[in-house]
């Protein structure tokens, strides 16, 4: 490798695209800003690094390849991981940069993602990264493929997020930032402000283990940025990027107590004037703490309801106090508040019955709340997707990622994997869903699907299908 002792180390940080047209493209690349800060603050003058983003350039191999990395780190989760693999494969084959790959599929899956990369990250990546960079200005490399990251044990130590890597009109421009993501423009919560919005992240983990999410196997503790940090970034977006909504995107914003106080005090004390919401659980929530965070601008909550059923949620793993008249509660207690409502719904679970799938639709039905309903998917790295590979649901030698999704055709409800449990009835309903995913924010819209499922199954099944289709949910 070239020597670096006079010269500084250049870094190509990459953010593929997800496979899919999808909300979530979008969305500003925190996991790479972070390692990027962390980056900085250790090595100063010594590198040179740029984020490419294929959000905003589809078409950034030859920008890459005359930048002249000597490291090239592309983030990869399991909505982009086929663009990911390819941009590594062919940057591989044009540079004579070391190429590597991280994020949440490749901590899932390591050996699968080392295929494509000289490298491939298990864990965190601001201490391995750190580690790497030390060792290539030193002329050291790692002699293994799999390199295992210990998680950050203080959040504050990753200084704040350099913004300025990123084109950010692009991400402020609410035709495609995140307040578009969650069809906040459509509603009248934020209608009269700029919607210049960034998403935030303040913290790391969750306490809760839902089997299909990451941190059902995640072993690393919750983390937490102080409320003093978290009020410094928000202050500096406010300053910098004239940014008037923040999207909290933390995987339970409400659950410590003890920092909420702090930072909804510290928001009054300054007169922060801004909008935000979080995600949260329905169960943690409470009247003391709604209107401690409506007082200081507040103003939608995204909660996880998942289903109408309480079978499903047992089947989900959903733990706690999780129920349907817990969740019933949550949206009560926001309405007399003054807070909007967005749930997040599952159809397709394994065990869910037709049943489950009603109530599920008559909870939506009876509550105007803003809805987002996907198809219950299976991604490596949690709990559900080690029970469908244990089950033959997923044939770990033939996967098809661009099936492995929460809209359409996805491997639990499409015949690529053979699952009895999943009729045609059960796929029918979910196909019809699907296609109107890109337009379900307005409950009306909820309702109308509801009233078409009885006659979807008259349509899409014989008797004996349903017969057959309850006999084995039954069992």
Same mark, same amino acid.
């Given at each position: 490798?070239?020597?670096?002792?006079?010269?500084?180390?250049?870094?190509?940080?990459?953010?593929?695209?997800?496979?899919?047209?999808?909300?979530?493209?979008?969305?500003?690349?925190?996991?790479?800003?972070?390692?990027?800060?962390?980056?900085?603050?250790?090595?100063?003058?010594?590198?040179?690094?740029?984020?490419?983003?294929?959000?905003?350039?589809?078409?950034?191999?030859?920008?890459?390849?005359?930048?002249?990395?000597?490291?090239?780190?592309?983030?990869?989760?399991?909505?982009?991981?086929?663009?990911?693999?390819?941009?590594?494969?062919?940057?591989?084959?044009?540079?004579?940069?070391?190429?590597?790959?991280?994020? #949440?599929?490749?901590?899932?899956?390591?050996?699968? +993602?080392?295929?494509?990369?000289?490298?491939?990250?298990?864990?965190?990546?601001?201490?391995?990264?750190?580690?790497?960079?030390?060792?290539?200005?030193?002329?050291?490399?790692?002699?293994?493929?799999?390199?295992?990251?210990?998680?950050?044990?203080?959040?504050?130590?990753?200084?704040?997020?350099?913004?300025?890597?990123?084109?950010?009109?692009?991400?402020?421009?609410?035709?495609?930032?995140?307040?578009?993501?969650?069809?906040?423009?459509?509603?009248?919560?934020?209608?009269?402000?700029? *919607?210049?919005?960034?998403?935030?992240?303040?913290?790391?983990?969750?306490?809760?283990?839902?089997?299909?999410?990451?941190?059902?196997?995640?072993?690393?503790?919750?983390?937490?940025?102080?409320?003093?940090?978290?009020?410094?970034?928000?202050?500096?977006?406010?300053?910098?990027?004239?940014?008037?909504?923040?999207?909290?995107?933390?995987?339970?914003?409400?659950?410590?107590?003890?920092?909420?106080?702090?930072?909804?005090?510290?928001?009054?004390?300054?007169?922060?004037?801004?909008?935000?919401?979080?995600? +949260?659980?329905?169960?943690?929530?409470?009247?003391?703490?709604?209107?401690?965070?409506?007082?200081?601008?507040? #103003?939608?909550?995204?909660?996880?309801?998942?289903?109408?059923?309480?079978?499903?949620?047992?089947?989900?793993?959903?733990?706690? #106090?999780?129920?349907?008249?817990?969740?019933?509660?949550?949206?009560?207690?926001?309405?007399?508040?003054?807070?909007?409502?967005?749930?997040?719904?599952?159809?397709?679970?394994?065990?869910?019955?037709?049943?489950?799938?009603?109530?599920?639709?008559?909870?939506?039905?009876?509550?105007?709340?803003?809805?987002?309903?996907?198809?219950?998917?299976? *991604?490596?790295?949690?709990?559900?997707?080690?029970?469908?590979?244990?089950?033959?649901?997923?044939?770990?030698?033939?996967?098809?990622?661009?099936?492995?999704?929460?809209?359409?055709?996805?491997?639990?409800?499409?015949?690529?994997?053979? *699952?009895?449990?999943?009729?045609?009835?059960?796929?029918?309903?979910?196909?019809?869903?699907?296609?109107?995913?890109?337009?379900?924010?307005?409950?009306?819209?909820?309702?109308?699907?509801?009233?078409?499922?009885?006659?979807?199954?008259?349509?899409?099944?014989?008797?004996?299908?349903?017969?057959?289709?309850?006999?084995?949910?039954?069992?």
């Amino acid at each position: 490798m070239k020597d670096l002792k006079d010269d500084k180390l250049r870094i190509a940080f990459v953010y593929p695209r997800p496979l899919l047209d999808d909300i979530m493209a979008n969305f500003q690349p925190l996991g790479i800003l972070n390692i990027v800060a962390y980056l900085e603050k250790h090595f100063q003058d010594e590198i040179t690094i740029r984020i490419f983003d294929q959000n905003v350039t589809p078409d950034i191999v030859e920008n890459i390849i005359k930048f002249k990395p000597q490291l090239v780190a592309v983030s990869a989760l399991t909505t982009n991981i086929l663009n990911a693999y390819r941009l590594c494969d062919e940057l591989r084959e044009k540079t004579d940069a070391k190429i590597l790959i991280g994020g #949440k599929h490749v901590s899932a899956l390591p050996e699968e +993602a080392a295929k494509h990369a000289h490298y491939a990250v298990v864990g965190e990546g601001e201490l391995i990264m750190k580690d790497l960079v030390e060792g290539m200005l030193n002329n050291k490399l790692p002699s293994e493929a799999i390199l295992h990251g210990p998680y950050i044990k203080d959040l504050d130590e990753i200084p704040p997020l350099p913004y300025h890597y990123l084109d950010m009109d692009f991400y402020l421009d609410p035709r495609h930032n995140i307040t578009a993501a969650m069809r906040l423009t459509r509603q009248t919560i934020f209608r009269k402000y700029k *919607y210049h919005t960034i998403g935030m992240l303040t913290s790391r983990g969750c306490p809760f283990k839902c089997i299909f999410c990451y941190n059902s196997k995640k072993s690393s503790p919750v983390r937490y940025h102080s409320a003093e940090r978290c009020i410094e970034d928000i202050e500096r977006a406010i300053k910098e990027y004239n940014v008037d909504t923040i999207v909290f995107v933390d995987d339970e914003f409400l659950t410590n107590k003890k920092r909420l106080d702090e930072f909804c005090r510290l928001i009054n004390q300054k007169r922060l004037k801004f909008n935000w919401s979080c995600q +949260a659980r329905a169960d943690v929530i409470n009247k003391e703490i709604l209107q401690l965070i409506k007082s200081c601008g507040c #103003k939608l909550i995204n909660f996880g309801f998942e289903s109408g059923s309480d079978n499903v949620l047992k089947l989900l793993g959903k733990g706690g #106090k999780s129920s349907v008249e817990a969740n019933l509660r949550a949206i009560q207690l926001c309405n007399n508040v003054g807070i909007k409502v967005s749930g997040s719904f599952m159809l397709g679970t394994p065990g869910e019955t037709l049943d489950d799938i009603n109530k599920t639709f008559k909870f939506i039905k009876e509550n105007k709340i803003i809805v987002g309903l996907a198809i219950t998917t299976p *991604y490596p790295g949690t709990v559900l997707w080690d029970r469908c590979v244990e089950q033959g649901l997923i044939d770990m030698k033939n996967i098809d990622y661009s099936k492995l999704n929460f809209t359409l055709d996805n491997y639990l409800n499409n015949d690529v994997v053979p *699952y009895d449990k999943f009729s045609k009835i059960h796929r029918g309903v979910m196909r019809y869903v699907a296609l109107f995913r890109m337009d379900l924010s307005p409950y009306e819209k909820i309702k109308r699907i509801s009233k078409r499922i009885p006659k979807l199954i008259r349509e899409t099944a014989d008797i004996e299908t349903l017969k057959t289709f309850k006999k084995l949910l039954s069992n």
